[in-house]
T-cell receptor, first 113, second 115 residues
């Protein structure tokens, strides 16, 4: 069965610094890959997704992610973090966009002044 | 506005008292799903539906029921809630066709507490 690992439970980044959130998956084929963000008390918002093609994917709010097949990774990056980026971030994989999403356990991002 | 709505947003109930959490989407999506979110466990799928009258179990279906009589609605039913079903519940929907296919859109969540 597929699995998703987000090795960092919490990450603290200074405002203006760069960010990288790690995501590794275990899957027999190239899955559909997603990053979602959950702000406190809110639902999940899709940041970006990868299905095929260019392995560097641009998303909303200045985020990007790179799919690396050799490392089974789909890390999320942002060059300059804003205080409003403080939230919990979830990586997810699926057979297709409308099949079961398997989520990682999430990474809580804290932004310090 | 395209959205997934859930009601109620917050619910406190007692063990054994049947309850229903409603989910509705206005995007004509074929696929709908329920997840629960628990601290340290991420989100886990409870049930999903590929279309009207077609439902199937996810990873954690025990203690839950669903129905899909209409395309837009996908209620989650707890016949006899127990404290271990205290959780944050999310409904999601996705299209299988069109430009917006392959992305699941989530509702705002329902926080359930079972005493």
């Amino acid at each position: 069965a597929q699995s998703v690992t987000q090795p960092d439970i919490h990450i603290t980044v200074s405002e203006g610094a760069s960010l990288e959130l790690r995501c590794n998956y275990s899957y027999g084929a190239t899955p559909y890959l997603f990053w979602y963000v959950q702000s406190p008390g809110q639902g999940l918002q899709l940041l970006l997704k990868y299905f095929s093609g260019d392995t560097l994917v641009q998303g909303i709010k200045g985020f990007e992610a790179e799919f690396k097949r050799s490392q089974s990774s789909f890390n999320l990056r942002k060059p300059s973090v804003h205080w409003s980026d403080a939230a919990e971030y979830f990586c997810a994989v699926a057979l297709s966009g409308y099949s079961t999403l398997t989520f990682g356990k999430g990474t809580m991002l804290l932004v310090s002044p | 506005e395209a959205q997934v709505t859930q009601n109620p947003r917050y619910l406190i109930t007692v063990t054994g008292k049947k309850l229903t959490v409603t989910c509705s989407q206005n995007m004509n999506h074929e696929y709908m799903s329920w997840y629960r979110q628990d601290p340290g466990l991420g989100l886990r799928q409870i049930y999903y539906s590929m279309n009207v009258e077609v439902t199937d179990k996810g990873d954690v279906p025990e203690g839950y029921k669903v129905s899909r009589k209409e395309k837009r609605n996908f209620p989650l039913i707890l016949e006899s809630p127990s404290p271990n079903q205290t959780s944050l519940y999310f409904c999601a929907s996705s299209s299988r066709t069109g430009q917006r296919r392959d992305t699941q859109y989530f509702g705002p969540g329902t926080r359930l507490t079972v005493l």
